[in-house]
């Protein structure tokens, strides 16, 4: 059992950067694999970034790889997603998820718990 509460979204030109907290409670924050997804108006939610318990391992989808950046720190029961070169197509709510089951997951439904979003809108 995790709950997840999200912040740092926002409004940034292209170009910038944003980083999105996602704080975790209990005990057994180490114990989840964590992820970030996105989600635009009319469109699916995909999958964005995840990474294993301990940190030491990460995936990115394609379309971030190289500009986003998932951290952890277990010690703050914290989850990061530092979001850099920000493109229009960034635009989305994005949302933290929590599996205790699945490492390194891309599909929603591997993960049990759920961030109530933020909102992260670029400017062009």
């Known amino acids: 059992q995790v709950q997840l509460v999200e912040s740092g979204g926002g409004l940034v030109q292209a170009g910038g950067s944003l980083r999105l907290s996602c704080a975790a409670s209990?005990?057994?924050?180490?114990?989840?694999?964590m992820a970030w997804f996105r989600q635009a108006p009319g469109k699916e939610r995909e999958f964005v970034a995840t990474?294993?318990?301990?940190?030491?391992?990460?995936s990115y989808a394609n379309s971030v790889k190289g500009r986003f950046t998932i951290s952890r720190d277990n010690a703050r029961n914290t989850v990061y997603l530092q979001m850099s070169s920000l493109k229009p197509e960034d635009t989305a709510v994005y949302y933290c998820?929590?599996?205790?089951?699945?490492?390194?997951?891309?599909?929603?439904?591997?993960?049990?718990?759920w961030g109530q979003g933020t909102q992260v809108t670029v400017s062009s």
């Open positions: 998820a929590a599996t205790g089951n699945i490492g390194l997951s891309t599909r929603g439904r591997d993960y049990n718990y």
């Open positions: 209990g005990r057994t924050f180490s114990g989840y694999a």
């Open positions: 990474i294993s318990r301990s940190g030491s391992s990460t």
